[in-house]
């Protein structure tokens, strides 16, 4: 009864070695352009998770059979976009030289640059899947080379041709996709032929990042740029399970912006496909 | 011009007489665990039902053509469950012993407790057909018997193996799901199988309770637990439509939480499955 | 550095005179009944139209290839509905006077009239075509003659028998839908038989007129009468690409309300689908 | 238990013919020209008047000791502002020919224009006390002669010089102030001077109408028309009653506009100075 | 860096066993009668206080030189009062037993109870000063003793006469004032005469129960039952002040409902109540 | 009519060669710790401006007499602190390079250092006076030392000792307030003490910069950092008036955050005081 006042998401309560994968919070938005917010991400869905269940009926798996460790927020330096990558990059490379999986909550989508540099020096052959309505591969914007317009760009930097699938791209400028069209595999509105990839993929490292723009904003408005003509929840989770048979090193939910849906519908979406993808990609007890 | 202000549901102004039809509203939602506010669900219903219209293009009927009365809202005791279902269980009865309809506007899920209770007296083989995402099969929550979340094993307390038939559920406990599975018929997810049912039930007393939150969160936000991954308006409706052929014997629309949509379309969504509710059982003049 | 801030809607900043497309707002919303509040949609769409490319990756289209021009708002007189239209229909004969396209940002649909004198008296063999929730065919509305309500009835005291076509009506009274059925064409709920429409109308002139509440209100929550069951942002815009073939001279969207979504959802809706429905009417440089 | 719903303001249940007060809803908000809504202030306000007792310690008066008839709402025409006014004054007209005062709650600053009309044909000799941040004098607004600014001078073309007194005007063209220094008293700002006023208007008739948005923003947020500098609910009340001395023949409340305060506050506001208006003017049974 | 969550108010992340105040979270709200929310308030004011600074410019302190344990959110029980009342008269007991203050976050008002029951028994003559806009007198309410507008007089059955004072009263039934003048100490809107009452309590165990709705509405909206007419908030903290000087054996903060306030001020404002009442009431380092 | 949309605040449409004032918009809002979105304030500001007049009750003045040139919004790089401050300083050295008064619009309080940066070139005796409810006065803040925190001290950097006058403080951590009080003049709450200040600055060129949170949040709610205990309007609008006999050589406003007041009365409140700021610092033409 009278114990220190622990939050974590829900059914992820356990201790940092005995869990198999470890989510944190990357709290950062200074370069989203359009309308910021996302800094609130994380703590806002720990405090709602508990509107939701533990139990999948859709995994028929429970999260209380998992071990999972919340490390909470990380601190992060506003405005310095460099240095906060550090910060994430820092954190990330603790887990996985732990052996364990990172799962991050953004923030904007910039953070995966930070996570991805951890993660990609661990496994030099990694992949990314990435799940988002818009292309983010300008290769600077408004004369920026770190932005959250840039991110898959910076991490094409890392990686190179061949290594890069988008799904569900529905926005972005001109010259995005035709630069894309050389560089990275891009599935635009929808998730067809993700299960080709995921065939290709096998055995491989794969880091999955999915930006919750993907989904329709009559499912998920509370985000900083939404774009009409996504997918449903359905599709989504039905990305996440063709995709949970992979070698999943690292992952990342990003992009929910609280404050733009005060139904609180957005953030219990959040909610729930990261409950779903921790029981897709971790292991059970 | 010099009336009484009298307001009803649009189109529900009959006189309880000659009425075939009763809906009232039970502003209660003490037993709430998440996010309350379904008291003030019948009171904002009516006031927002002058923005649709008395026809349905659908059914291709007019509330003006059917005998509908609107009792207005019980004053029930915030804070004391089982009195307030006593209130609830009195006014239904009544209702019923005239050889009407009960249509109740909750309110959390609990209420239809105490309207079951005095159907079932009437109707001792009475079945129900839920619509809901979820179970709401706990035994106890948090120690209580009388929740929202255990309402439906409560009416089983009285009705027994066979005789309720959930579709939509998309969220619950495992142990919930393990219990229903010997008790009651639960399809998950949608109305697949909804039309076997009804022909099964051909002849019998039937009471339909909505839980308005088998609507995907992005058509119903406006609820206490939103869970993504729900039907449509055209898959709610089309259910409606099939039990329509059946003997409803008492209705309910309840968890409607209008504080948590401030755009209005909830309680829009929830007058017009009001509406449909009604014509699909009721008789014209 | 040092200019005039000229707001426009994104990509629009042509000049008159090489323009092919005149955008402009028509802020009124007088004689609607339930919600008010259309009249701040033209304003609100510029300002939030940056949140937006360009570029389509659905046309495979930029707007900095089409020449528009964004003649801001005119200004309405409040409260006097017949004056207010008259000064919509001016406006609109200048432009099509000069043979430009007008494409009105609304307000209630009932600008939609005022536009309709201006290009009906221009191309006398006018065809309507109207994507929309409500029928808008009663004669008169609370004794009005000139009604959001009546829009489509006095446009029709215009054009006559035949000429107006409706895809997506889901709601009216049944004299609407009686009247109706003997005086145009309508197809309830979505846009099944189109392209058939489309296939009779070619060569000739044709007004599209979109009332955005044509769209599920899940998509599109900030209208002022939202109604269940509606249609999808792909369906819209597969809509308005079956009839880009035509030979559009007026077009119009109206009844986006956005103090109703304070997501933006709405307005990031309507801001897309004027990009598209400029790109499949208009004619690149 | 089985009566028909009937919804008046909170203690306003009495009979017509046994009433002093009767106060009723003017939804009209037609030529509003910044932001609309106060259509719905008097509906919102039934409804949330049970957030508020009937007991008032300011007074020491209890509503249920006060004979008061709530006639509910016009059904006024929108978009036809001269016809709207027309239902105004005939309604008033039968409510002061009976010998009662009428009450009415806007609708914008204009509805009481109808009010006026039917009251100075009663009492010739009508004087108005004005409590609003708006002079609302000018002669016409956007070429309109009936505006919600202009109504005060529609008012004083029946009226005349001297009639007019005005308190906590702060917004307003020059040239209102400069036309009403010659024919209205106008004290700017709060209520100084008003005890003198309401000695020299001793056993005259007066009408009274309280634009509420002479609150301060902070206290009365929703409105169509906000402006800094208000007076406060204490001082309001004291104005109230210093006012209730005289003779009073009407007055209304208006400009509530409960859109634009999601918390409620406004509405709330507004149901505790109707209350006090009605325990101020009105006489113990 | 990998450490669990643990989420306190800001500045009150000591030990139970150095603190010498106890703070938690009494999440109930179910005997509310209008409008529910507040079992968010101690969640959602711990999350928010990191916007606040932990120093005070107003008394010169700091948190940090202060030893407070924040125990995080009691578990209660739902729509059983007794029980939930009992979880928090034994978590109390426990507090007061190990010779702490515990400082309540509420919930509605009743949870005042739970804690008096506890801190009475501790201190046989324990006194109380209230500060609330209601009086919450009620012998009962809809026939329920156990109620937010009862829990005074339920806490008087415990003290009986001449133990209670009340400032600031603004709201309640004709009766409950009548009652109230032979057995406690009112002051109605206002904290007139705390001076004086201060001065008599010199010496003797006071709880100070703070219903935040003692502010002004403009201060203060997110609250159940917002009452125009109340305290600033330099006047609440002059309030607290003018307390300090005396024997503080228990205290809490109540009726906070984060969702009315969408602006987040109202949880701001609670935040720094809080903070000055911690400084006030505790010891430093 | 067929003219280019340009859009201003309000009566600031002049030529930028005949204006003696440049108002601009620096929309950035990277630092901010708490909330952000001030990076909006200017394009909501002009939006909404059109609900308040030119002309001012409280100055007498009308803006229409005023020669003010709106040069929209800067572009500036979300992310990048540093070019973002350039950018803004480049602008305001045009501007004061011209023999102009620069009137920024925020953003947060950060750009204040740009604008401050290149006045402080032209008139190396600059001083600046502050409104303000947060010190600003940390030397770096989460290792940053460019921070919407530190502003002021980037300030004193260029200034030093004794130029830098405070009024409304109230919020900071306690070495602020310590370092002040050696190297500025600071006034805690309120404006006392500012006519005395004012007298010892006549003559110097003044640099007014406005953190509209210095308001109490009752009025003023939309901002990143409410802190309880602030000013009135009037209050304000008194200090500016005392101010405005010095030499104002350049000034801005800043903090508002518009998407946290969806009431539009921080806006509203916002649009008053710049004009209020224009009519008292400007020249009459």
């Not at 370069?31 to 028929?60: D, H, L, W």
């Not at 460099?82 to 364990?100: F, H, M, N, P, S």
């Not at 080709?196 to 499912?219: F, H």
Request: hydrophobic residues 35%; charged residues 25%; proline residues 4%.
């Amino acid at each position: 009864m009278l114990n220190k006042n622990i939050e974590t998401f829900i059914g992820c309560d356990n201790e940092y070695d005995e869990s198999g994968i470890v989510i944190f919070g990357a709290p950062f938005d200074s370069t989203t352009s359009f309308r910021p917010g996302t800094r609130f991400a994380s703590k806002v869905m720990r405090g709602e998770s508990f509107g939701i269940e533990t139990y999948s009926p859709y995994q028929n798996k429970d999260l209380e059979d998992f071990n999972v460790y919340d490390g909470g927020d990380l601190e992060l330096s506003f405005g310095n976009t460099e240095r906060a990558l550090g910060q994430i990059e820092e954190y990330t490379r603790k887990v996985v030289q732990d052996g364990k999986i990172p799962c991050m909550i953004g923030g904007e989508h910039l953070v995966t640059l930070g996570a991805v540099r951890a993660v990609a020096e661990q496994y030099p052959d990694l992949h990314i899947i990435q799940f988002d309505a818009h292309a983010d591969l300008r290769d600077d914007y408004l004369d920026e080379k770190l932005s959250h317009a840039t991110v898959i760009h910076r991490v094409w930097d890392i990686l190179g041709d061949g290594r890069i699938f988008q799904f569900g791209i529905r926005s972005g400028d001109r010259s995005e996709f035709e630069w894309g069209r050389n560089h990275v595999f891009t599935n635009k509105f929808n998730f067809n032929g993700l299960e080709e990839i995921v065939e290709s993929l096998k055995g491989k490292p794969v880091y999955l990042t999915i930006d919750l723009d993907v989904l329709d904003p009559s499912v998920f408005p509370g985000t900083g740029t939404p774009e009409a003509g996504g997918v449903s929840f359905m599709e989504l989770l039905q990305g996440i399970l063709t995709v949970s048979g992979l070698n999943i090193v690292g992952c990342d939910v990003n992009e929910l912006s609280p404050i733009y849906d005060q139904s609180g519908v957005s953030t219990a979406v959040a909610c729930k496909v990261l409950r779903e993808l921790i029981l897709a990609v971790g292991t059970e007890k």
